[in-house]
């Protein structure tokens, strides 16, 4: 049977939207032997994941805005065939300096994809489909996240840390040649005029001090990184007003209420629980005392929730008005975290999978009607910026969440282990930094409901 053309596209942007989130995940079981391997420290190790993470969320806008300029089309297959070849060249690294170099150019490449691949993915199919198509996208990435530990480990276990890259590679090769192929419109309503070059400067200077301030609290060199990256969004947004071709169309958020919302209640939602794994990682092992693979097999069960009611939400996105559902999930997801003050030493492992499945459903239930409502609530020329603001917002958000859980820890435990005798100290960081959470999402769900309003 043959494809039709959406199909193998749709198949195509799901494959690109897979890989990074399973080689985050997949990469975390390989770290030490990494480190082993090229003669890496938990500092250079640390570097290598920034490496990777900060071009992706700082040239997304831009890479977005070129896509506006030269054809949506063109930069997502430069971005996925950048991804293919520098994965293969990390899969050949040869020391610690050549794999952050192509870990960081891999991070362009994955902003490339980012900025474009659910603008192409709106474009394709009709209003009424959206809901539907965008939730299968974020089931791909539920997927992910799901089994990237665990192929990661039988990877890493069983051919070395080289093989992830390598299936990365043949991944993202797949879905180049399927992007050949089945994308053949393209779109590029901006074509003519000027790229905003100061004003691209300005924003990644604003997100890699924003992004870098947060993971490195509460050293003083956040604080200064931080009050960097407020003066450089202060520039920016001065600039960009009145700039005539801006990189960034700030009317999106001053003028277009319905956009302006749904961006905030998904920053708000990815602050809230982008730490949630780590944290409850570190309460199964070093408090509740379980192996790294039961509290793996543990944790895996809010991706699995996630990735079973995202593909339901987004249909029902289709049927029911998205900001109802995307409040709904972000109630759920309160609820959850309003739970997760109250764990102790001793919660019955019962309660604690309901409140891993609640968050989960929530989680799912809230992202897909989101993007559904953001992509929805600005017209074709500004599908490609909507698409790089909710890639932006999500990277935002979870360093903002990482910020807070080490904020929290840093305050009860300082730079301590935590030993039994520290177990108290911990379970007060963790219930603190869940109240901080619950509080965010209540924000969240003010923000996600008021999009109900007429």
């Known amino acids: 049977?043959?494809?039709?053309?959406?199909?193998?596209?749709?198949?195509?942007?799901?494959?690109?939207?897979?890989?990074?989130?399973?080689?985050?995940?997949?990469?975390?079981?390989?770290?030490?032997?990494?480190?082993?391997?090229?003669?890496?420290?938990?500092?250079?190790?640390?570097?290598?994941?920034?490496?990777?993470?900060?071009?992706?969320?700082?040239?997304?806008?831009?890479?977005?805005?070129?896509?506006?300029?030269?054809?949506?089309?063109?930069?997502?297959?430069?971005?996925?065939?950048?991804?293919?070849?520098?994965?293969?060249?990390?899969?050949?690294?040869?020391?610690?300096?050549?794999?952050?170099?192509?870990?960081?150019?891999?991070?362009?490449?994955?902003?490339?994809?980012?900025?474009?691949?659910?603008?192409?993915?709106?474009?394709?199919?009709?209003?009424?489909?959206?809901?539907?198509?965008?939730?299968?996208?974020?089931?791909?990435?539920?997927?992910?996240?799901?089994?990237?530990?665990?192929l990661g480990g039988l990877l890493t276990h069983y051919l070395g840390w080289r093989s992830i890259f390598v299936a990365c590679c043949a991944i993202s090769a797949t879905a180049f040649t399927f992007s050949l192929i089945a994308i053949r419109d393209e779109w590029a309503e901006a074509r003519g005029e000027p790229f905003d070059l100061v004003g691209s400067a300005l924003y990644a200077l604003m997100l890699f001090a924003v992004i870098c301030g947060f993971s490195l609290l509460p050293d003083t060199t956040s604080w200064m990184l931080l009050i960097l990256g407020i003066i450089a969004a202060i520039v920016f947004v001065r600039y960009e007003a009145r700039h005539r071709f801006p990189v960034f169309k700030l009317d999106l958020l001053v003028n277009n209420r319905a956009f302006r919302l749904s961006t905030i209640a998904a920053m708000i939602n990815y602050s809230a629980t982008s730490a949630s794994t780590f944290l409850l990682s570190l309460y199964l092992q070093s408090v509740r005392g379980l192996d790294a693979q039961h509290a793996g097999f543990l944790l895996v069960l809010q991706p699995i929730i996630q990735t079973l009611v995202s593909p339901l939400a987004g249909r029902w996105s289709d049927r029911v008005h998205p900001a109802s559902l995307a409040t709904a999930g972000m109630s759920m997801v309160t609820l959850a975290l309003f739970g997760l003050c109250f764990l102790t030493e001793n919660t019955p492992w019962l309660m604690f999978v309901a409140l891993l499945l609640l968050l989960g459903a929530g989680f799912g239930i809230f992202s897909s009607p989101n993007v559904n409502m953001i992509m929805s609530s600005v017209d074709k020329a500004a599908y490609g910026t909507a698409s790089a603001v909710t890639g932006t917002a999500r990277l935002i958000g979870q360093s903002f969440s990482i910020g807070i859980a080490t904020l929290a820890i840093h305050l009860y435990l300082g730079t301590a282990s935590i030993t039994p005798a520290q177990h108290a100290a911990y379970m007060s960081s963790l219930r603190l930094t869940c109240a901080v959470f619950a509080a965010l999402c209540l924000v969240g769900n003010y923000a996600s409901a008021a999009r109900l309003k007429k």
């Open 1 to 150: 049977m043959i494809l039709r053309n959406t199909t193998m596209a749709q198949i195509a942007i799901a494959l690109s939207s897979f890989l990074v989130p399973f080689i985050g995940s997949a990469l975390n079981l390989a770290l030490p032997q990494i480190g082993r391997d090229l003669g890496m420290n938990v500092v250079t190790l640390g570097l290598m994941v920034s490496a990777y993470l900060l071009p992706c969320a700082m040239f997304q806008m831009p890479a977005a805005r070129l896509g506006d300029l030269y054809g949506r089309r063109k930069i997502f297959l430069l971005g996925v065939g950048g991804f293919t070849l520098f994965s293969f060249l990390s899969s050949l690294a040869w020391s610690s300096t050549t794999l952050i170099a192509f870990r960081a150019l891999t991070g362009v490449s994955s902003a490339m994809m980012f900025g474009t691949a659910i603008a192409i993915l709106t474009s394709l199919f009709p209003l009424q489909q959206r809901g539907k198509v965008l939730g299968i996208n974020t089931t791909v990435v539920y997927s992910a996240l799901s089994i990237g530990p665990i």
